[in-house]
Protein backbone atom coordinates (compact mmCIF):
# COMPACT_ATOMS: atom_id res chain seq x y z
CA UNK A 1 0.00 0.00 0.00
CA UNK A 2 1.34 3.14 -0.56
CA UNK A 3 1.95 5.48 2.27
CA UNK A 4 -1.18 8.31 0.60
CA UNK A 5 -3.14 5.14 0.52
CA UNK A 6 -2.68 4.20 3.84
CA UNK A 7 -3.19 7.71 5.39
CA UNK A 8 -6.43 7.85 3.43
CA UNK A 9 -7.58 4.17 5.24
CA UNK A 10 -5.97 6.00 8.32
CA UNK A 11 -8.28 8.56 7.77
CA UNK A 12 -11.49 7.22 6.48
CA UNK A 13 -11.41 4.67 9.91
CA UNK A 14 -10.96 7.72 12.05
CA UNK A 15 -13.46 10.05 10.81
CA UNK A 16 -16.00 7.16 10.47
CA UNK A 17 -15.03 5.28 14.17
CA UNK A 18 -15.51 2.03 11.92
CA UNK A 19 -12.90 -0.01 10.14
CA UNK A 20 -15.20 -1.25 7.55
CA UNK A 21 -15.84 2.03 6.60
CA UNK A 22 -13.16 2.07 3.40
CA UNK A 23 -15.70 -0.68 2.19
CA UNK A 24 -18.84 1.10 2.07
CA UNK A 25 -20.25 1.11 -1.08
CA UNK A 26 -20.75 -3.30 -0.81
CA UNK A 27 -21.32 -5.58 -3.53
CA UNK A 28 -18.67 -7.20 -5.76
CA UNK A 29 -16.31 -3.86 -5.35
CA UNK A 30 -16.73 -3.94 -2.07
CA UNK A 31 -15.64 -7.27 -1.63
CA UNK A 32 -12.66 -6.07 -4.43
CA UNK A 33 -11.52 -3.42 -1.86
CA UNK A 34 -11.59 -5.98 1.04
CA UNK A 35 -9.41 -8.27 -0.78
CA UNK A 36 -6.64 -5.54 -2.43
CA UNK A 37 -7.00 -4.32 1.55
CA UNK A 38 -6.19 -7.60 2.84
CA UNK A 39 -3.35 -7.92 0.95
CA UNK A 40 -1.81 -4.42 0.93
CA UNK A 41 -1.85 -5.27 5.00
CA UNK A 42 -0.43 -8.28 4.21
CA UNK A 43 2.53 -6.89 2.29
CA UNK A 44 2.80 -4.30 5.03
CA UNK A 45 3.20 -6.74 7.59
CA UNK A 46 5.95 -8.92 5.63
CA UNK A 47 7.64 -5.65 4.72
CA UNK A 48 8.18 -5.18 8.57
CA UNK A 49 9.30 -8.65 8.92
CA UNK A 50 11.70 -8.56 6.07
CA UNK A 51 13.23 -4.82 7.34
CA UNK A 52 13.91 -6.45 10.24
CA UNK A 53 15.42 -9.57 8.68
CA UNK A 54 17.96 -7.07 7.18
CA UNK A 55 18.89 -5.36 10.18
CA UNK A 56 22.47 -5.47 11.49
CA UNK A 57 23.40 -7.01 8.00
CA UNK A 58 26.26 -4.43 7.09
CA UNK A 59 28.83 -4.91 4.63
CA UNK A 60 29.02 -4.94 0.87
CA UNK A 61 26.47 -7.10 -0.25
CA UNK A 62 25.00 -5.83 -3.20
CA UNK A 63 24.48 -2.12 -2.82
CA UNK A 64 28.12 -1.74 -1.99
CA UNK A 65 27.57 -0.03 1.69
CA UNK A 66 27.59 3.25 2.31
CA UNK A 67 24.69 5.97 3.23
CA UNK A 68 22.00 5.19 1.25
CA UNK A 69 21.74 1.77 1.93
CA UNK A 70 18.93 1.68 4.31
CA UNK A 71 16.77 3.07 1.26
CA UNK A 72 17.58 1.06 -1.53
CA UNK A 73 16.98 -2.14 1.59
CA UNK A 74 13.86 -1.29 2.13
CA UNK A 75 12.65 -0.79 -1.48
CA UNK A 76 14.32 -4.01 -1.90
CA UNK A 77 12.10 -5.31 1.32
CA UNK A 78 9.34 -3.47 -0.34
CA UNK A 79 8.98 -5.64 -3.28
CA UNK A 80 10.06 -8.64 -1.68
CA UNK A 81 6.73 -8.20 0.32
CA UNK A 82 4.66 -7.33 -2.86
CA UNK A 83 6.07 -10.69 -4.46
CA UNK A 84 5.55 -12.48 -1.66
CA UNK A 85 1.64 -11.40 -1.66
CA UNK A 86 1.50 -11.86 -5.38
CA UNK A 87 2.30 -15.31 -4.65
CA UNK A 88 -0.16 -15.95 -2.25
CA UNK A 89 1.25 -14.92 0.60
CA UNK A 90 1.66 -16.90 4.33
CA UNK A 91 -2.01 -16.58 4.61
CA UNK A 92 -2.88 -13.31 7.23
CA UNK A 93 -4.54 -11.93 3.80
CA UNK A 94 -7.08 -14.20 3.84
CA UNK A 95 -7.94 -13.77 7.39
CA UNK A 96 -7.93 -9.90 7.30
CA UNK A 97 -10.04 -10.64 4.36
CA UNK A 98 -12.63 -12.62 6.26
CA UNK A 99 -12.34 -10.43 9.22
CA UNK A 100 -13.55 -7.73 6.61
CA UNK A 101 -15.79 -8.92 5.24
CA UNK A 102 -17.81 -10.35 8.82
CA UNK A 103 -17.50 -6.89 9.85
CA UNK A 104 -18.64 -5.44 6.82
CA UNK A 105 -21.84 -8.23 7.24
CA UNK A 106 -22.52 -7.18 10.68
CA UNK A 107 -22.65 -3.67 9.80
CA UNK A 108 -25.29 -3.93 7.39
CA UNK A 109 -27.30 -5.85 9.70
CA UNK A 110 -27.39 -3.74 12.66
CA UNK A 111 -29.91 -0.92 13.33
CA UNK A 112 -29.18 2.02 11.82
CA UNK A 113 -29.62 4.76 14.58
Do not use: C
Request: no cysteine.
Amino acid sequence: MTPPAAALVAQTVARNSDPTAVLWGAGASGNTRAKHAAQDFEAVFLNQMFQHMFTGIEGEGPFGGGVGVSIWRSFLTEQYAKNFVKAGGVGIAAQVYQSLLSHQEAHARAPQA
